[in-house]
């Protein structure tokens, strides 16, 4: 099996930085995806890790260290529309790659 | 395009009574996915069909079938429903892998 972890809760700044983690735990590793979900809404794609280093998509980026089974998603000039849940997610390095596990979640809210 | 699109929205059941969950994608993708999302859970997946034809069991597959009807379809059916089924289900495709999912609007189903 698998397990991802996220912090539960984050507050942020309009216009600042913040860097919401994940850590996970699993006997295989295909790489980690992001997906952002506003109250009520349906989770939206951001981005995927394949492989160790930084991608970068407008203002999120996205880290993966398979060193350290840990990534990262950083949103940088923070809107009040980034107000959401954030979910890692990762398929099983072991068969069954379709199974993606999705992390807990973490709800980024920013304040003026 | 439409991409996914889940019936009904909203659903009310009693204990013990049966219906059907109905995804829908024009996305011409292999992969379709049941999830239902609990508060503070995360979302779990339930049933996925990797491609037309076939179906396997998620994490929390007890209490419910599924079937791909096609390509475009796959139903999630609750054969006797219970509290412990109230949730927020969602139905999701992805065109192979399940690194990058698109997810419909979701079903709000509650079970008294």
């Known amino acids: 099996g698998q397990s991802l972890e996220q912090p539960s809760e984050v507050t942020a700044v309009e216009g600042a930085i913040v860097q919401i983690n994940c850590t996970y735990q699993t006997s295989g590793f295909y790489g980690l995806s992001w997906y952002q979900q506003h109250d009520g809404g349906a989770p939206t794609f951001l981005s995927y890790?394949?492989?160790?280093g930084l991608e970068e998509t407008g203002r999120f980026s996205s880290f993966l260290s398979r060193s350290d089974s840990y990534g990262y998603l950083l949103l940088q000039e923070l809107q009040m529309k980034d107000s959401a849940s954030y979910f890692c997610a990762a398929p099983p390095g072991s068969g069954g790659y379709q199974k993606v596990t999705f992390g807990t979640g973490t709800k980024l809210q920013v304040i003026p | 395009n439409a991409g996914v699109t889940q019936t009904p929205k909203f659903q009310v059941l009693k204990t013990g009574q049966s219906m059907t969950l109905q995804c829908a994608q024009d996305m011409n993708h292999n992969s379709m996915y049941w999830y239902r999302q609990d508060p503070g859970m995360g979302l779990r997946l339930i049933y996925y069909?990797?491609?037309?034809?076939?179906?396997d069991k998620g994490e929390v597959p007890n209490g419910y079938n599924v079937s791909r009807l096609n390509k475009r379809e796959f139903s999630l059916r609750l054969e006797s429903a219970a509290p412990s089924q109230t949730s927020v289900y969602f139905c999701a495709t992805s065109p192979g892998g399940a690194t990058e999912a698109f997810f419909g609007q979701g079903t709000r189903l509650t079970v008294v």
């Open positions: 069909s990797a491609s037309e034809g076939t179906t």
């Open positions: 890790n394949a492989l160790d």
